[in-house]
């Protein structure tokens, strides 16, 4: 992980082409991480901890059982995917883009905003846990996920598809639902 004795912020920028791994245990702690066509990936148990994470039209990868930890993540093209067992935990992550849980991730208890040109994906028994979300994009469900305990306020339009189930979330709809395959 990174270590700061110095008191001063840490900023990385990780440049395009770049790639930069947190693997086992590390943590982002509070550094500054600018993703600019980069690839940044939280692997094992890593954590992205309190940092604050800007992601620009690069891949961004949590997988195994890695956490976004507290972080703050903007996501302004490409997109960030939790894959596995992750979570982005008690983040706030705001989707300008991508925003995708696959193979039993969650969003654990994340503030989530997907604005009106992001969209999340929930695949193969994903969860949002009990995640706030506000939607003004869209959110697509597929194959065995739940909304789970999650409150969504759907501004735009949400679609729950191959035995995907709202599970016990609460959903404020001003846009529009579709249960379909189900």
Request: charged content about 10%; proline content about 1%.
């Amino acid at each position: 992980g990174i270590i700061n004795n110095s008191g001063l912020p840490v900023t990385i920028n990780n440049n395009p082409n770049a790639e930069l791994f947190f693997r086992g245990s590390s943590t982002a702690g509070n550094a500054t991480i600018n993703n600019d066509l980069g690839i940044l990936i939280f692997v094992d148990t890593s954590t992205a901890g309190s940092a604050t994470i800007d992601s620009f039209s690069s891949s961004f990868f949590f997988q195994d059982n890695a956490s976004a930890g507290t972080a703050t993540i903007t996501v302004n093209g490409g997109g960030v995917a939790f894959i596995g067992n992750s979570t982005a935990a008690n983040a706030t992550i705001i989707s300008n883009a991508g925003l995708n849980f696959w193979e039993n991730s969650t969003a654990g208890n994340a503030g989530i905003t997907v604005s009106t040109t992001g969209f999340m994906l929930l695949l193969d028994n994903a969860t949002l846990g009990i995640a706030t979300v506000r939607n003004d994009g869209g959110i697509q469900l597929d194959n065995n996920t739940t909304l789970g305990n999650s409150i969504i306020t759907n501004n735009s339009f949400m679609a729950l598809r191959d035995n995907s189930t709202a599970g016990s979330a609460t959903v404020t709809s001003n846009g529009f639902v579709d249960f379909a395959g189900n």
